[in-house]
């Protein structure tokens, strides 16, 4: 006897299954660690179809020439160039620029493994509606700053649970959201002229709007940022000034405010360095707490300043 049956619809292949994701990259002035960003992407495992990259040249005074930037073989470059007005407007504006489903996030001066993609395609699938952040490991091992900086973000995505009530939040060298998330919540804050708490607002303002935080371990960034104790200082002083921002954008939108950490918090960061192996852990834990008096510094200054202008 024979069978009529409805004929099944063919089964996508593994390409057709992955997000076609828009790689966005501000830059302002970093010739040479760009050149190692776009290198590192050039050999991302990943679709060629199904990954764009967009530099956001925040106004560099010498501008990025798009056509010395391109490689072979590498994903499609896109230059948008704006006048120097911030991190957060230059992701922004490649944001508008891009034509993915997807938004991934990362920093001129970072190296994405080239698994990078193909990590968050597979929490992408699982979580569409999720925030994805992925790790960022220092590479600088002889740079004790850059070591005790990421000591720092290290103990912050172990110590903190990823949810809003907590100050949870991923960094902007390692991010992704899909666009029509990234549209809705508005993108980030263009009033964080620093790149001082504009991914923690914008993780806090999602969790807000109901998009959970999602870790994804093997989705990972290398970070070569070389400090001096000088910019080491300035940079936590700088946190600490996007701090009362951060506080003010929370209040705005009637969250209850973060509760300070317990004692119990800064007892554990500065066991960190110990409990994980970091190189030379007494002078890792020294640094941090010198980071935390830059934080409390940059605060305390950008609240004066705050309440002196009114």
């Known amino acids: 006897m024979n069978e009529s049956r409805t004929p099944r619809p063919p089964h996508p292949s593994s390409a057709d299954a992955l997000p076609h994701f828009s790689v966005i990259v501000p ?22 179809d199904r990954v764009e990259v967009i530099v956001v040249d925040d106004g560099s005074p010498e501008p ?4 010395a ?58 979580t569409p509606d999720a925030i994805l952040g992925g790790t960022v490991a220092n590479v600088l091992s002889d740079d004790p700053y850059a070591t005790a900086t990421d000591a720092l973000t290290r103990f912050l995505y172990d110590y903190l649970p990823t949810r809003p009530d907590a100050g949870s939040f991923f960094m902007t060298s390692n991010i992704a959201v899909r666009r029509e998330v990234f549209e809705a919540v508005g993108g980030f804050d263009t009033r964080f002229r620093r790149a001082a708490g504009e991914d923690r607002e914008f993780c806090d303002r999602c969790t807000h709007a109901g998009h959970h935080l999602r870790l994804v371990p093997d989705a990972d960034v290398r ?3 070389a400090l001096t104790l000088g910019g080491f200082v300035r940079q936590h002083v700088q946190y600490g000034r996007g701090a009362p921002y951060y506080h003010r954008a929370r209040a705005r939108r009637g969250a209850r405010a973060i509760p ?17 192996g970091a190189p030379a852990p007494a002078r890792t834990a ?7 008096c830059a934080y409390v510094a940059g605060y305390a200054w950008e609240r004066m300043a705050s309440e002196g202008g009114r």
């Open 223 to 225: 970070h070569a940022h």
């Open 260 to 276: 300070v950490q317990p004692v119990a918090f800064y007892g554990a960061m500065l066991r960190h360095p110990w409990r994980t």
């Open 27 to 48: 830059t302002y002035a970093r010739p040479a660690q760009l050149r190692r960003c776009l290198d590192a992407l050039a050999r991302l495992d990943y679709p060629r």
């Open 69 to 126: 930037l391109r490689i072979a073989g590498a994903p499609t470059l896109t230059v948008v160039r704006q006048p120097n007005a911030g991190p957060a407007r230059a992701r922004n504006a490649g944001a508008r620029a891009a034509r993915g489903s997807w938004l991934a996030f990362t920093d001129d001066d970072c190296a994405p493994a080239p698994n990078w993609l193909r990590a968050f395609a597979r929490a992408a699938r699982a």
């Open 286 to 292: 020294a640094l941090l707490v010198l980071a935390q």
């Open 64 to 67: 990025v020439d798009a056509s």
